[in-house]
């Protein structure tokens, strides 16, 4: 082989382990609490600690702690009075469109449901859930 097809051969190999990484990286986040799901009664589940290690919920624990309620249009378990009360919007269950519904930014999480990135940190709070990422420590 010339010098030329070793480049192209060498060129092909690194996008191929640059998308194997890629992939890997992308279904590390898989298996974690859904960021959107039908609202049922139950017991609210307590936050974690901000200076605790963030560990993401399971399903069960997040659809466990979402009640469900008559007046609440978009159905993400916040009453269309809290939504009015929190600024947030009752026609839609995830206002700062940021992954988590309103219900679980108030209740589980502790973000704020009206900004995508509650810590400031460039991520959004849907994505650093999902990583095991704490949404109120920049960085964490």
């Not at 990286?25 to 609210?44: D, E, I, K, N, Y």
């Not at 307590?46 to 560990?55: G, Q």
């Not at 469900?68 to 009453?79: C, E, H, K, R, V």
């Amino acid at each position: 082989m010339d010098r030329k097809q070793i480049i192209i051969v060498a060129g092909a190999a690194l996008v191929l382990v640059v998308g194997v990484a890629a992939a890997i990286a992308l279904t590390r986040g898989r298996g974690q609490a859904p960021v959107s799901s039908p609202a049922l009664s139950s017991p609210a589940v307590s936050a974690p600690s901000v200076n605790a290690p963030f560990e993401p919920l399971t399903d069960e624990e997040v659809l466990a702690g979402r009640p469900s309620s008559p007046g609440d249009a978009d159905a993400d378990g916040l009453s269309d009075e809290e939504e009015a009360r929190l600024g947030t919007n009752p026609r839609s269950s995830d206002t700062d469109l940021d992954g988590l519904l309103d219900w679980d930014e108030v209740n589980v999480y502790k973000t704020d449901p009206t900004k995508a990135d509650t810590d400031g940190d460039g991520v959004d709070d849907g994505v650093e859930v999902r990583q095991g990422r704490n949404p109120l420590v920049p960085g964490m």
